[in-house]
């Protein structure tokens, strides 16, 4: 099993939508949580850091479920620009300030 | 945010020549930095970390002797694909931390295409 997984998508998304989906980590020892974005060929950019009480940024909110053990991401009012690809990544006690990253979720906004 | 730069953004080389990749961070010391490896629509899986001044740590599977990094300042760390064959080709990205950043966050730097013919 996987340390990080995703469901890799894509989702369709109609422009205007709301669209969420889960990021599940096995290690119950993760510290730290990440939501990056990625565009076709380029570097992650980090999106969000995921909070214990969950955060929200703009359309953009995360939570984290320590007891099921995974982070969502929530994107409100889906802009065309917003079709990325959508990394969780997560830092465990034992690993320092290493992220694992998961495979990423597409996600397709349409008009 | 911070500044991660990575050069070259693009090479591509003959089978059995060497490249450097260099990664810099330009306004903020990074205590460490880590190289990862894209393969086309795959994640970015973890190859090293790289703390200033000492031995790189690299992950199961990743040959060290084939791999070579370099983090001989706290702006800059080099990886060098010594001997690049073709199953080398991929999406090489570095990421630096200081110490002084917030939950542990990284900086990416923009990535180095290689394709090795």
């Known amino acids: 099993r996987k340390e990080v997984e995703q469901d890799p998508g894509p989702f369709n998304v109609p422009e205007g939508a709301t669209v969420a989906f889960n990021c599940t980590y096995s290690?119950?020892?993760?510290?730290?949580f990440f939501w990056y974005r990625q565009d076709c060929r380029k570097e992650p950019k980090l999106l969000m850091s995921v909070y214990s009480s969950g955060n929200e940024d703009g359309r953009f909110t995360a939570q984290l479920n320590r007891a099921s053990q995974y982070i969502s991401l929530l994107i409100r009012d889906s802009k065309l620009s917003d079709s990325a690809t959508y990394l969780c990544a997560v830092t465990f006690f034992s690993a320092g300030n290493k992220l694992t990253f998961g495979g990423g979720t597409r996600v397709l906004v349409k008009p | 945010g911070a500044v991660v730069s990575q050069h070259p953004s693009r090479v591509i080389c003959k089978s059995g020549t060497s490249v450097k990749i260099e990664c810099r961070s330009l306004?903020?010391?990074?205590?460490?930095m880590f190289w990862y490896r894209q393969f086309p629509k795959q994640s970015l899986m973890l190859m090293a970390t790289s703390n200033e001044g000492s031995k790189a740590t690299y992950e199961q599977g990743v040959e060290k002797d084939k791999f070579l990094i370099n983090h001989a300042s706290l702006t800059l760390s080099t990886l060098t694909v010594t001997s690049a064959h073709p199953e080398d080709s991929s999406f090489y990205i570095c990421?630096?931390?200081?110490?002084?950043?917030?939950?542990?966050?990284?900086?990416f730097g923009p990535g180095t295409r290689l394709t090795v013919l």
């Open positions: 990421s630096a931390s200081s110490t002084s950043g917030r939950y542990n966050e990284q900086f």
């Open positions: 290690n119950s020892a993760s510290q730290s």
């Open positions: 306004d903020f010391q990074a205590t460490t």
